[in-house]
């Protein structure tokens, strides 16, 4: 891996890495801002083919994804309190109870073994394989809105626990309320993972601080969801570090 760019006033990372992008110097350059007390910082992380596609034929990232973007994918989860994650995205990638493994462990020193997935859903509805348990595993939250309506919700607390379920928002999930509910349980590092239609709304509650994006090399035409989708709305971000590896380009963006 090669930093092409690096103008980060906010995490740790040392421009005496250059070059030498071993797990230490990736985990120091997407290493969370300083927090103070109560603070919390949003996260997302997505991958686009060149030509702006969010997935590929199977429908899936999956189909996108490289070597050098597993690897930071799996280090943006360590360093994270909770992985809040749409549930169409949930449902279509399979989403399980997260796992941090090597060579990450070390980054969860002090906190719970693996983070929290967090799934965002109007309707409730937690897809199966979230709920069911999973050994050496972290915590499943439910966050929705009060359209899910009681029913969904008390299977929810049924299944997932009673502490494990919370409703912000009517018609839709109100984000900035139920990332303040997050943030209340400690759970200040924020990862998105998507998908396009929560990652719309988080734009949109003003809410998100940093986009990690990885550029794959890679043309897939068709029609694809972007990493974007839903009504209109605008937030510029400045770009903090650009990474090459093997073509892949990884970039972090935060606000100005
Ligand atoms: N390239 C990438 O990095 C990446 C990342 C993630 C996903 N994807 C791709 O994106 C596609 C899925 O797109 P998608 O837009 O359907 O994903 P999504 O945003 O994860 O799922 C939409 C669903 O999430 C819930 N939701 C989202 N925002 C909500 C809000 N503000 N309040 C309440 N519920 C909310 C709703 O769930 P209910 O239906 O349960 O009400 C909604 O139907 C897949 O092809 C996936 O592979 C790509």
């Known amino acids: 891996m090669r930093v092409l760019l690096c103008d980060d006033d906010l995490g740790r990372w040392a421009p005496g890495h250059v070059g030498t992008m071993d797990p230490e110097a990736l985990a120091l350059a997407y290493a969370y801002p300083e927090l103070t007390e109560g603070q919390s910082w949003v996260r997302?992380?997505?991958?686009?083919?060149?030509?702006?596609?969010?997935?590929?034929?199977?429908g899936r990232s999956a189909s996108l994804n490289t070597g050098a973007d597993r690897d930071v994918f799996a280090?943006?989860?360590?360093?994270?309190?909770?992985?809040?994650?749409?549930?169409?995205t949930a449902r279509i990638e399979g989403y399980q109870r997260?796992?941090?493994?090597?060579?990450?462990?070390?980054h969860r020193a002090g906190r719970p073994a693996h983070p929290t997935v967090a799934v965002v859903s109007r309707s409730g509805d937690v897809p199966p394989q979230l709920s069911r348990a999973r050994d050496n595993a972290g915590e499943v939250l439910l966050v929705t809105c009060e359209r899910a309506g009681n029913e969904a919700v008390d299977l929810a607390r049924r299944t997932l626990g009673e502490g494990n379920v919370i409703v912000e928002g009517e018609a839709s999930v109100d984000l900035a309320s139920a990332l303040d509910a997050l943030a209340s349980r400690g759970l200040r590092r924020i990862l998105c993972e998507g998908g396009p239609h929560l990652m719309r709304d988080l734009?949109?509650?003003?809410r998100l601080d940093e986009l990690c994006l990885t550029l794959a090399p890679t043309l897939v035409a068709g029609d694809h969801p972007r990493i974007t989708a839903g009504a209109s709305v605008t937030a510029n971000l400045l770009?903090?570090?650009l990474i090459e590896s093997q073509g892949t380009i990884l970039g972090r963006w935060s606000r100005p």
């Open 203 to 206: 734009t949109a509650s003003g």
């Open 239 to 241: 770009p903090r570090l």
């Open 44 to 58: 997302a992380n997505f991958i686009s083919s060149l030509d702006g596609a969010a997935a590929g034929d199977d």
């Open 75 to 88: 280090l943006l989860r360590a360093l994270s309190d909770v992985i809040l994650v749409g549930a169409g």
């Open 98 to 106: 997260a796992t941090v493994r090597p060579p990450w462990l070390e």
